[in-house]
């Protein structure tokens, strides 16, 4: 069985830029596509390649951790994703209160089906809103007055992860009313913050809270997105 | 190692909150097992002295500090959420209502009372993600998320600004006070972060908005002016006025006129909100010993008018369909005592006279115009957005103080039980000895600062 740092040295081809390209490209695949086991999928990567960025900053068992916390965090949010979808969520069937425009706005309407799995019909809005996101992020990174402060100049490249990922998250949020993917949203806010103050706040005591944060978080989103789709059905039934 | 005052009170709320979570199913049953529980912490916490051994905690390492200026608080905390839990018991809520609320207050606790700083900002996060779940209610998520990512920013900024004030580097500071100067204004709901306030007054419960728009307000007040006196130089810097100073105007003329549009009652008590929020922020432009005071006293009958506005809506809202100030023409006369105390709610919220609200508006708004580096400007743009609050008040009262024929729709049964046209009694004579006698609640926001400004 290799070891963590055996793994490390595998993956050191995506290590730097490389892993900031595949951070920013799970986002961006994130914040477009329609279906949420995708979404996962994706970002499950994400926190894959924010561990080998948080390599950079930290001790290598502690990024394992981060890991490995992200990838609970996707299974909590899969296993709400799955119960939401057998509940009517993934099917057009909402909460009683729900008003007509929100059905629109969450509904099949704005969903087109490709194969087996659905796409955005605001796709090429998102797409084009996400592209603007990551140039304002390369150019903020590229220009001194914007370097964050504190880090290393051999750590410049996340500067640009940074802002991208917190740009990412926040569009992530702002373009939906769906409670899964805009928990998705603010969970990259919180990866793309983490990975500049891992720079700057080393302690164990912090970063384990930080990651206990982060469960918090997941568990709320998952039962936000249980109200929505899920809860009626369960109320119903009783 | 050994409980202490510090310990107990965190101990006291997660059992209580644990206790409530397990009777939750049986709403009744838990909300009265909260008032129980609620008034039991408040006792011990009234008879509990603080010294050097039991007003210190440790966990981990870490230090618990318990001081005069929090136990006050949290005797108004626990003795409030007691009150809330009362009136959940006549109009129950959601099943999370009770438990929930328990634990976000012991989270607040750990924010006050933890050291270093930065450990606070981690409770806060936990206690907003918490609130979330307080604030849905029926499924509807949208005030819930907006305050989740909101509240989530304004942690992550603060966690920043508490690594850049340990760093201490000159070149570092302008960049600490913009980012603490945001943050603030973001936990204030300032402008442009005051979406979630109208969605939350939609979509959450009477007595959950009352919670977080008044106690846990009044908390985060206290974690602000706790760093603001820690930092002094932050308060001074011209950023951080020209920033607060710039989002209070604009968000007290934003509520001006959304009062002056509002259609129905939710849009309307949200900017009446908005309005009051924006004298809060403004009152970060006043020195620590100065805005101190009346930055606590704000909140708190902030609290007492939502508290009056929920008990009257709650028993008009039991009868009442869904729509706008039209559809309750004819309710007022036909339902008098639950619109006196939801009418006189809602005058308190926007701060006239010869109500709850007006001492601390009143004070709010002098303390604002002595500021040199304020003048006349701001003080001027409240009192016009008070007359927009005016004018939208006296829309939404006259038709329901109107004549008219009352259609109480199929089905609805008219069912103004003796409890709760005795919490409506009490409400009103409550509210109108606070309103007669202003200095009660004077008094404790001056003790309450007082102890406070000495202790730390």
Same mark, same amino acid.
């Given at each position: 069985?290799?070891?963590?740092?055996?793994?490390?040295?595998?993956?050191?081809?995506?290590?730097? *830029?490389?892993?900031?390209?595949?951070?920013?490209?799970?986002?961006?695949?994130?914040?477009?596509?329609?279906?949420?086991?995708?979404?996962?999928?994706?970002?499950?990567?994400?926190?894959?390649?924010?561990?080998?960025?948080?390599?950079?900053?930290?001790?290598?068992?502690?990024?394992?951790?981060?890991?490995?916390?992200?990838?609970?965090?996707?299974?909590?949010?899969?296993?709400?994703?799955?119960?939401?979808?057998?509940?009517?969520?993934?099917?057009?069937?909402?909460?009683?209160?729900?008003?007509?425009?929100?059905?629109?706005?969450?509904?099949?309407?704005?969903?087109?089906?490709?194969?087996?799995?659905? *796409?955005?019909?605001?796709?090429?809005?998102?797409?084009?809103?996400?592209?603007?996101?990551?140039?304002?992020?390369?150019?903020?990174?590229?220009?001194?007055?914007?370097?964050?402060?504190?880090?290393?100049?051999?750590?410049?490249?996340?500067?640009?992860?940074?802002?991208?990922?917190?740009?990412?998250?926040?569009?992530?949020?702002?373009?939906?009313?769906?409670?899964?993917?805009?928990?998705?949203?603010?969970?990259?806010?919180?990866?793309?913050?983490?990975?500049?103050?891992?720079?700057?706040?080393?302690?164990?005591?912090?970063?384990?809270?930080?990651?206990?944060?982060?469960?918090?978080?997941?568990?709320?989103?998952?039962?936000?997105?249980?109200?929505?789709?899920?809860?009626?059905? *369960?109320?119903?039934?009783? | 190692?050994?409980?202490?005052?510090?310990?107990?009170?965190?101990?006291?709320?997660?059992?209580?909150?644990?206790?409530?979570?397990?009777?939750?199913?049986?709403?009744?049953?838990?909300?009265?097992?909260?008032?129980?529980?609620?008034?039991?912490?408040?006792?011990?916490?009234?008879?509990?002295?603080?010294?050097?051994?039991?007003?210190?905690?440790?966990?981990?390492?870490?230090?618990?500090?318990?001081?005069?200026?929090?136990?006050?608080?949290?005797?108004?905390?626990?003795?409030?959420?007691?009150?809330?839990?009362?009136?959940?018991?006549?109009?129950?809520?959601?099943?999370?209502?009770?438990?929930?609320?328990?634990?976000?207050?012991?989270?607040?606790?750990?924010?006050?009372?933890?050291?270093?700083?930065?450990?606070?900002?981690?409770?806060?996060?936990?206690?907003?993600?918490?609130?979330?779940?307080?604030?849905?209610?029926?499924?509807?998520?949208?005030?819930?998320?907006?305050?989740?990512?909101?509240?989530?920013?304004?942690?992550?900024?603060?966690?920043?600004?508490?690594?850049?004030?340990?760093?201490?580097?000159?070149?570092?500071?302008?960049?600490?006070?913009?980012?603490?100067?945001?943050?603030?204004?973001?936990?204030?709901?300032?402008?442009?972060?005051?979406?979630?306030?109208?969605?939350?007054?939609?979509?959450?419960?009477?007595?959950?908005?009352?919670?977080?728009?008044?106690?846990?307000?009044?908390?985060?007040?206290?974690?602000?002016?706790?760093?603001?006196?820690?930092?002094?130089?932050?308060?001074?810097?011209?950023?951080?006025?020209?920033?607060?100073?710039?989002?209070?105007?604009?968000?007290?003329?934003?509520?001006?006129?959304?009062?002056?549009?509002?259609?129905?009652? @939710?849009?309307?008590?949200?900017?009446?909100?908005?309005? @009051?929020?924006?004298?809060?922020?403004?009152?970060?432009?006043?020195?620590?010993?100065?805005?101190?005071?009346?930055?606590?006293?704000?909140?708190?009958?902030?609290?007492?008018?939502?508290?009056?506005?929920?008990?009257?809506?709650?028993?008009?809202?039991?009868?009442?369909?869904?729509?706008?100030?039209?559809?309750?023409?004819?309710?007022?006369?036909?339902?008098?005592?639950?619109?006196?105390?939801?009418?006189?709610?809602?005058?308190?919220?926007?701060?006239?006279?010869?109500?709850?609200?007006?001492?601390?508006?009143?004070?709010?708004?002098?303390?604002?115009?002595?500021?040199?580096?304020?003048?006349?400007?701001?003080?001027?743009?409240?009192?016009?957005?008070?007359?927009?609050?005016?004018?939208?008040?006296?829309?939404?009262?006259?038709?329901?103080?109107?004549?008219?024929?009352?259609?109480?729709?199929?089905?609805?049964?008219?069912?103004?039980?003796?409890?709760?046209?005795?919490?409506?009694?009490?409400?009103?004579?409550?509210?109108?000895?606070?309103?007669?006698?202003?200095?009660?609640?004077?008094?404790?926001?001056?003790?309450?600062?007082?102890?406070?400004?000495?202790?730390?």
């Amino acid at each position: 069985m290799p070891t963590i740092f055996e793994w490390i040295d595998r993956l050191s081809f995506l290590r730097g *830029l490389p892993g900031v390209y595949l951070l920013l490209g799970t986002a961006v695949f994130i914040v477009f596509v329609g279906d949420w086991r995708l979404m996962l999928l994706a970002f499950a990567g994400q926190y894959l390649a924010a561990g080998l960025l948080f390599v950079e900053a930290l001790d290598p068992r502690l990024a394992i951790v981060k890991v490995l916390a992200g990838w609970f965090v996707c299974l909590i949010l899969y296993m709400t994703g799955r119960q939401a979808a057998d509940s009517g969520g993934g099917n057009g069937r909402f909460p009683v209160n729900t008003r007509a425009v929100q059905i629109t706005n969450l509904g099949q309407g704005n969903k087109v089906r490709g194969s087996a799995y659905r *796409l955005l019909s605001t796709l090429s809005f998102r797409l084009v809103a996400a592209l603007i996101i990551l140039l304002s992020a390369w150019v903020l990174a590229q220009r001194p007055g914007y370097f964050l402060p504190a880090l290393p100049p051999e750590l410049a490249y996340m500067t640009f992860a940074v802002y991208g990922l917190i740009g990412l998250g926040l569009l992530g949020v702002s373009l939906t009313a769906d409670p899964l993917r805009a928990g998705l949203g603010v969970l990259m806010l919180m990866t793309g913050f983490e990975l500049y103050y891992s720079v700057l706040e080393q302690s164990v005591a912090v970063l384990a809270l930080l990651a206990a944060v982060n469960l918090i978080l997941a568990l709320v989103i998952a039962y936000l997105t249980q109200a929505r789709y899920a809860r009626p059905m *369960l109320e119903a039934e009783e | 190692m050994s409980l202490t005052v510090p310990g107990w009170l965190l101990a006291g709320l997660l059992l209580s909150a644990a206790v409530t979570w397990a009777l939750r199913r049986w709403r009744q049953a838990a909300a009265a097992s909260g008032v129980v529980l609620a008034g039991l912490l408040w006792l011990w916490l009234r008879s509990v002295t603080l010294d050097d051994q039991t007003s210190l905690f440790l966990v981990y390492g870490r230090t618990l500090m318990m001081t005069e200026g929090i136990r006050l608080l949290f005797l108004w905390l626990v003795a409030a959420a007691g009150m809330l839990f009362v009136l959940s018991l006549l109009w129950p809520q959601g099943r999370h209502f009770v438990p929930v609320t328990l634990a976000v207050l012991a989270l607040l606790a750990v924010m006050l009372m933890i050291r270093p700083f930065i450990f606070g900002v981690l409770a806060w996060l936990a206690a907003a993600a918490l609130l979330a779940i307080l604030i849905e209610q029926n499924g509807q998520i949208r005030a819930a998320l907006r305050y989740l990512v909101m509240a989530v920013i304004a942690g992550l900024l603060l966690l920043t600004v508490d690594w850049m004030l340990a760093a201490d580097q000159a070149a570092l500071q302008e960049t600490t006070v913009r980012l603490v100067a945001l943050a603030f204004i973001i936990l204030m709901a300032g402008l442009p972060f005051h979406i979630w306030v109208s969605s939350l007054v939609m979509e959450a419960s009477p007595l959950v908005i009352a919670f977080l728009l008044g106690l846990v307000q009044l908390a985060l007040i206290f974690f602000v002016y706790a760093l603001l006196a820690a930092f002094p130089w932050l308060q001074e810097m011209a950023a951080f006025g020209s920033l607060v100073r710039w989002s209070s105007g604009l968000m007290a003329v934003t509520a001006g006129l959304l009062a002056l549009t509002a259609a129905d009652y @939710d849009r309307l008590i949200g900017s009446l909100l908005l309005l @009051d929020m924006s004298v809060s922020l403004a009152l970060l432009l006043t020195p620590v010993e100065m805005g101190w005071e009346t930055a606590v006293l704000v909140p708190i009958v902030r609290f007492v008018s939502l508290l009056l506005a929920a008990l009257g809506s709650g028993g008009l809202q039991a009868y009442l369909p869904a729509g706008g100030f039209v559809a309750w023409r004819g309710w007022g006369r036909r339902f008098p005592l639950e619109t006196a105390v939801f009418a006189f709610g809602i005058l308190s919220l926007l701060g006239l006279p010869l109500t709850v609200g007006f001492s601390g508006r009143w004070a709010a708004l002098i303390l604002i115009a002595q500021q040199p580096m304020v003048g006349l400007n701001l003080p001027i743009v409240l009192l016009l957005a008070m007359g927009g609050g005016i004018y939208g008040v006296w829309r939404g009262l006259s038709p329901l103080l109107a004549k008219g024929e009352v259609d109480f729709g199929d089905g609805v049964v008219i069912n103004t039980t003796r409890m709760r046209l005795a919490a409506l009694i009490l409400g009103l004579t409550g509210g109108l000895w606070l309103a007669a006698w202003p200095q009660a609640a004077l008094t404790y926001a001056h003790r309450l600062a007082n102890v406070w400004l000495l202790a730390d």
